[in-house]
């Protein structure tokens, strides 16, 4: 696929495009009459700031949440990670996190959660073009929200949110998947796609990583950086996103020591 040929994700077709501050009226409470049934049979991509905190929320390793509450497609045509969220197995497919009183992990609810009936897109990165998020808004006859008092443009409802709160983290994510390394339809091979699957999404593997091979002593580091990396998900989740840059796309993001370097 080229940038020319991009076209949104079919999720979004059709929608009504916006602007930051493009207005909408919305607004969800526990007393409409369709409370919760956008928390079931739906796909819910997670980003890595997600799988993060809603591991830590629930006491369990990124892996154990992975392997339990996400679904990961893999296919060979896959250009980049995928993770969504797994719905139950009854009939209606409920999100395993909701409950009588609605999300029951509220505080750390994924990002598409908070940013609905807000949908975005990223174009795919352009030479010289500096990739700017597109905005959609859902309009589903399933939802009464839109019936409900409420005026936000894109921009307030992001903070209202609690979109912008995590933006920093979120944008160095995005800041990957948008790489000016991918001009041109370059595809990773399934190793690297491993390599950044580990560091986004499987945050407790890549610390084993860090931690248990040959990484410290390849790479120079802080000594009080690395003090960091070993109890801070957060900066561990930005440290991946710094070797990332340098694994996959070669920048200098790492200094290599002398001693593992390679001679011509
Ligand atoms: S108003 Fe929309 S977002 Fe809120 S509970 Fe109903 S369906 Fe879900
Ligand atoms: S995580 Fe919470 S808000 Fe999102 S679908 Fe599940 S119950 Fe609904």
């Known amino acids: 696929m080229t940038p020319d040929s991009w076209s949104v994700p079919p999720e979004l077709e059709g929608k009504r495009q916006m602007k930051a501050d493009d207005r909408f009226t919305f607004g969800c409470h526990p007393k409409v009459a369709c409370f919760t049934r956008c928390c079931a049979d739906i796909n819910i991509i997670l980003t890595p700031v997600d799988v993060l905190k809603l591991s830590r929320r629930l006491g369990i390793t990124t892996s154990e ?17 995928v993770v969504m969220l797994r719905m139950g197995d009854d009939p209606q497919r409920r999100c395993s996190f909701v409950g009588a009183e609605g999300c029951t992990v509220y505080e750390d609810r994924p990002w598409a959660c908070r940013m609905y009936p807000v949908g975005m897109a990223m174009p795919p990165a352009r030479a010289g073009v500096e990739p700017e998020p597109l905005y959609f808004l859902f309009e589903d006859d399933f939802c009464h929200g839109r019936e409900e008092q409420g005026s936000w443009s894109v921009a307030e409802w992001r903070r209202d949110q609690g979109i912008e709160a995590m933006e920093d983290l979120e944008s160095g994510f995005r800041e990957l998947m948008t790489h000016p ?45 690395v003090e960091q990396l070993r109890t801070d998900d957060e900066a561990l ?23 593992h370097r390679r001679t011509a």
């Open 237 to 259: 989740l930005r440290f991946g996103f710094r070797w990332l840059r340098f694994a996959l796309f070669g920048e200098p993001t790492l200094t290599v020591r002398p001693s």
């Open 181 to 225: 390394w991918f001009i041109g339809g370059r595809q990773l091979d399934p190793k690297r796609m491993e390599m950044l699957f580990t560091a986004c999404y499987d945050l407790d593997k890549f610390r084993c990583f860090v931690f248990d091979s040959t990484f410290l002593d390849r790479f120079e580091l802080e000594p009080e950086l």
């Open 65 to 81: 949440f992975i392997h339990r509450h996400t679904v990961v497609p893999l296919t060979k045509d896959l250009q980049l990670p």
